[in-house]
């Protein structure tokens, strides 16, 4: 092989036409390679400079790998420190069929976890459906939507859709439970139906109101039909 050494100084690799470029290999594998036998023996690629200049990663391989990015042992970080707008960090698969999955092994409450300490989290879909499923293989695996916070801030499902079930609350085994801590309103704009379809004995339609207070279950219509 060919060793380049320099003691006390860097090693500098110029073009003097900045189109050129410094090729390691044609034609067969290249590897660009650092071993360390101590900590802080960190391998850096940097680009110099506070300029709108950028470091590029590119591939026009046609693998399913194109760009790998993997760890052995250790983790990945990936920070964006701008502070302007525009100044994102940006993920983007432009495909058709171009997925963009997140997968972990992780048996962690956490394995994927999505935090905005300030600002908020935005999840679209255009033309599309979303959905977010979790598979129980025991007691307490719930799916918990929660809002946070003793202020006067709300959990709000809307739709847009016109569908007689364009917010649909369905349990296919056990059962469904509102509780309001303190009302609950429910306001239809055309016809609203609350109804049990009983299969055995028992299985009552109860509506009641409990404690032992001045307080009234009123039933009441503004109706004017017979």
Known sequence: GIGLTAATGDVTLTTTDAAKKVILNTGTAAIFSHTSDANDEDFTIEQIGAFDASLMIKSAGTGLNAIA??????????????NFAGEDLDITATGATTEMRLTSASTEADAIKLNATAGGIDIVGTNSTINITNTADGAEDDIKIHQAGA????????SEGTGTDA???NATAG??????????????ANTLEITNTATADAQDLTIAQ???????????S?????
């Open 167 to 169: 917010i649909k609350l």
């Open 210 to 220: 409990a404690g032992a207070f001045d307080a009234s279950l009123d039933l009441s």
């Open 69 to 82: 990015i993997s760890t052995t042992a250790g983790g990945i970080d990936i920070t964006a420190a701008g």
């Open 222 to 226: 503004t109706g004017t039909g017979t």
């Open 151 to 158: 202020f006067d801030a709300s959990l709000i499902l809307r």
């Open 175 to 188: 059962g469904v439970e509102i509780n309001a801590g303190t009302g609950l309103n429910i306001d239809a």
